[in-house]
Nanobody, 122 residues
Framework: QVQLVESGGGSVQAGGSLRLSCAAS????????VGWFRQAPGQEREGVAA???????YYADSVKGRFTISRDNAKKTLYLQMNSLKPEDAAMYYC????????????????WGQGTQVTVSS
């Protein structure tokens, strides 16, 4: 089992920055891809960014150039640096872990955190 705990959410003005963290514990040795997903009220959950154990990264078009995903394997921590935030970035952000190659196919992510809320005011 893998446990994921997100932190770092909050409220910022448009144009501001936040850094989300996701601490992993448990048996993480078979985790290959970890990613960030988000869900705004009334909308479906969508993929934001993902990263493999080797450091390959993937981003949704809507966040390319503004968000940066990274991981510290020694600390078992995943990060999402969010810059130039827009009101449409406001959502609950979840980290998730998969034993498979990275994709936006959510059922492949076996482990999920409880989420951290990001609010962006205009």
């Amino acid at each position: 089992q893998v446990q994921l705990v997100e932190s770092g959410g909050g409220s910022v003005q448009a144009g501001g920055s936040l850094r989300l963290s996701c601490a992993a514990s448990g048996y993480t040795y078979n985790v290959y891809c970890v990613g960030w997903f988000r869900q705004a009220p009334g909308q479906e959950r969508e993929g934001v960014a993902a990263i493999t154990t080797g450091g390959s990264t993937y981003y949704a078009d809507s966040v390319k150039g503004r968000f940066t995903i990274s991981r510290d394997n020694a600390k078992k921590t995943l990060y999402l640096q969010m810059n130039s935030l827009k009101p449409e970035d406001a959502a609950m952000y979840y980290c998730a872990a998969s034993q498979l190659v990275c994709s936006w196919y959510q059922p492949q992510y076996k482990y999920w955190g409880q989420g951290t809320q990001v609010t962006v005011s205009s």
